[in-house]
């Protein structure tokens, strides 16, 4: 497929006979510039405008083909309305797909339904036959053999139609058009001046439940060090849990220089273990574990037996280093050095990261630094690790994340990267574009019903939705907000629920959020006696936790596929602010959910809800069954409008499967 050179303003086009004209292809990202993203299994729906001068008809195809494919697949894209056509292709393997549209004046469906006017007008259609016949003919000298012959028979059928009411019927029959669409003039068609690009990445890039674990604290011995060993203990809880993947904090040697002590304290004591985030000693760095860990053979061995549960280790990579790191004394060109002959350590004024120092992207030798900080990926992929989370991303250089999430993916696009920016809109939405799988959002600060309703409809409303990929979180090793400081047990609940059925992929900061700790640093939300400083001695027997209803869950979620995806929330009108609701179905209806949340951690609160009911397959006055799949209730609604009433103290939320299709009483008897 030749790509054809756009006309500029004062020139002759390549060739002035292509009439027709394709404008505002969807989807895209900064017109093309950045791939969109879907995953293995979901649909690309390409739409463009097409159209042409005077009254013929165009005619518009959808190309497309993988990366490892050298010949364009066609599909006819259909008239939708005002000059808008639409068609779709599938995502089937991993990699790069690409996409464009080519367009064209249709002269043999302009001569059909002419012809067919004419006809209805009691025209004559003598001269329009031959016109046609003649048409059919030059299509065949561009046609194989085969098809040639027929439609030269075609054509000659065409004339010899003993009247004009026959010859109508064979140049209406679909054979024929099939054939003509089939032989088209290649040299009249416009093909679009830009050709646009799919991430195609494996389903767990839209739909996964993390939990993040500190591998240190998982001894049986309070302030004893954690191993991979201790860790393997808790592989069948986790995996009970309904979880796949097991996130982990950096597992590398920690510096000694400028530790911080327990609550962020600037001076440590002799036993504190420091922040997993200040990489580097005399141990290693970004490329070892930590040895009170264990040995790269038991990381190796425990990725193994997670798997075993269905579970994938994701690590965490931060790229900077404390000031031990071996980076820090045999690259010292990779630094900033201050006018003093010391290294400049983070800082995001007033706040002070002593303890790490960031690497400088303007450093003359760059080049050596990308590929030295992809070989730590390359490293670790080596090892079974294909899930990162990377902390900070928007604090180094978008070009660099371009190229290394690139090169990777090439050489291994199962991989997924999720971004931890908790930063300004446009720079979390630049780390997508530029290739980061999944990311963080600001659910963490959404609460009110209207806040969550806005953003919601921000990421699942297109461009956002074609590179963007949320990842929820309701709680960090960072962040406690005060939502769970003030909300108590019902909180945790709620924005739990919020969470893992808003969107496709969630996560918990696991041990503090299932046992509901919410003491914070007075005035800040940051956890007191935080983790990331000290080593905890979680009660793993503790009766009083969450993990059954998150379970629950976790288990509607994997059997529900409306809740596999993020685009698919339509949300309900209430007659109470109090409680959202919202709406997710497959695409043929077969699997409808409504969540319903108080979003009051205090107080019952109960209202009615609107259905969309047309759109549901739903009729007013006709019973269908609402299955609450958490709470084990049933109902039996008739009307748009529907009774709720939910208890923040007992379940603060409800999650329906509606049955539009029973129509009888005795349909209800198998569930009721």
């Not at 024929?176 to 646009?196: G, I, Q, S, V």
């Not at 849990?241 to 996130?247: A, E, N």
Request: a negative charge.
């Amino acid at each position: 497929m030749s790509q054809h050179r756009p006309q500029t303003s004062n020139e002759f086009p390549e060739d002035g006979r292509r009439r027709a004209v394709i404008e505002n292809i969807t989807p895209q990202v900064d017109d093309g510039r950045f791939a969109i993203k879907r995953v293995i299994g979901e649909k690309v729906v390409v739409r463009a405008d097409v159209f042409c001068d005077g009254h013929d008809e165009p005619a518009a195809l959808l190309l497309y083909r993988h990366e490892s494919e050298e010949q364009w697949h066609k599909v006819p894209m259909r008239f939708l309305v005002n000059d808008a056509w639409e068609a779709a292709f599938k995502i089937s393997e991993l990699g790069a797909y690409y996409y464009t549209v080519e367009a064209r004046v249709d002269h043999f469906v302009t001569w059909q339904k002419d012809l067919a006017k004419r006809f209805s007008a009691g025209q004559n259609l003598a001269v329009d036959r031959e016109i046609g016949a003649r048409l059919i003919e030059s299509f065949a000298l561009r046609a194989g053999s085969s098809d040639a012959q027929w439609l030269r028979q075609w054509a000659s059928r065409l004339r010899q139609a003993p009247d004009d009411a026959s010859a109508l019927r064979l140049a209406q029959d679909p054979e024929l058009t099939a054939l003509m669409e089939r032989h088209y003039d290649p040299h009249l068609a416009t093909l679009a001046d830009r050709t646009f690009e799919v991430l195609a990445e494996r389903q767990k890039a839209l739909f996964s439940s993390w939990y993040e674990l500190f591998p240190r604290s998982t001894s049986g011995e309070p302030a004893q060090h954690g191993t991979f060993r201790d860790c393997e203990k808790l592989l069948p809880e986790i995996a009970r849990m309904g979880f796949d993947v097991l996130y982990f904090p950096p597992l590398h040697p920690i510096g000694i220089t400028n530790r911080k002590g327990r609550n962020n304290q600037v001076v440590a004591e002799d036993d504190d273990p420091g922040s997993p985030w200040a990489i580097g000693g005399a141990d290693g760095g970004h490329k070892a574990i930590h040895p009170q860990l264990g040995t790269l053979e038991d990381f190796r061995s425990f990725i193994d037996k997670a798997a075993q549960h269905g579970l994938e280790v994701a690590m965490d990579i931060a790229f900077q280093c404390s000031p031990d790191h071996p980076y820090v004394h045999r690259y010292k060109q990779w630094f900033r050095q201050r006018p003093d002959g010391t290294v400049q350590y983070a800082e995001n004024p007033p706040k002070k990261y002593q303890d790490i120092i960031p690497f400088d992207f303007e450093s003359d030798d760059w080049r050596n630094l990308w590929e030295e900080l992809k070989g730590v990926f390359d490293y670790w992929i080596e090892q079974g690790v294909t899930i990162f989370r990377v902390d900070n991303p928007h604090t180094k250089a978008f070009g660099f994340w371009q190229y290394v999430i690139g090169e990777v993916k090439k050489e291994h696009p199962e991989t997924i990267f999720l971004s931890e920016a908790f930063t300004r809109p446009k720079v979390m939405y630049r780390l997508a574009k530029v290739g980061f799988t999944q990311s963080y959002t600001y659910f963490t600060w959404r609460n009110t019903k209207w806040e969550l309703e806005q953003y919601m409809m921000e990421l699942s409303t297109p461009p956002v939705r074609d590179f963007f990929r949320p990842n929820f979180w309701p709680n960090t090793p960072d962040i406690l907000p005060e939502v769970l400081q003030y909300g108590g047990r019902p909180a945790f609940v709620i924005r739990f629920i919020l969470a893992a059925t808003l969107s496709a992929s969630y996560g918990i900061y696991g041990p503090p959020f299932e046992l509901f700790v919410n003491a914070a640093l007075p005035g800040r939300e940051e956890y007191l006696d935080s983790e990331k400083f000290e080593i905890k001695h979680w009660d793993w027997e503790n009766a009083d936790h969450m993990r059954d209803l998150i379970a629950r869950v976790n288990h509607i979620r994997r059997d529900n596929p409306a809740l596999q995806t993020t685009w698919n929330v339509h949300f309900c009108e209430t007659d109470n602010d109090n409680l959202i609701c919202y709406i997710k179905t497959t695409e043929k209806h077969d699997n409808i959910l409504l969540v319903a949340v108080n979003l009051d951690p205090f107080h019952k609160q109960a209202g009615k809800i609107r259905l969309p009911m047309e759109s549901l397959g739903l009729s007013p006055g006709h019973p269908f069954l609402a299955h609450d799949l958490l709470g084990e209730g049933r109902n039996i609604w008739h009307s748009e409008w529907n009774p709720i009433e939910l208890d923040p103290h007992q379940l603060p939320a409800a999650i329906f499967r509606l049955y539009p299709r029973l129509r009888r009483e005795q349909d209800f008897d198998y569930f009721m």
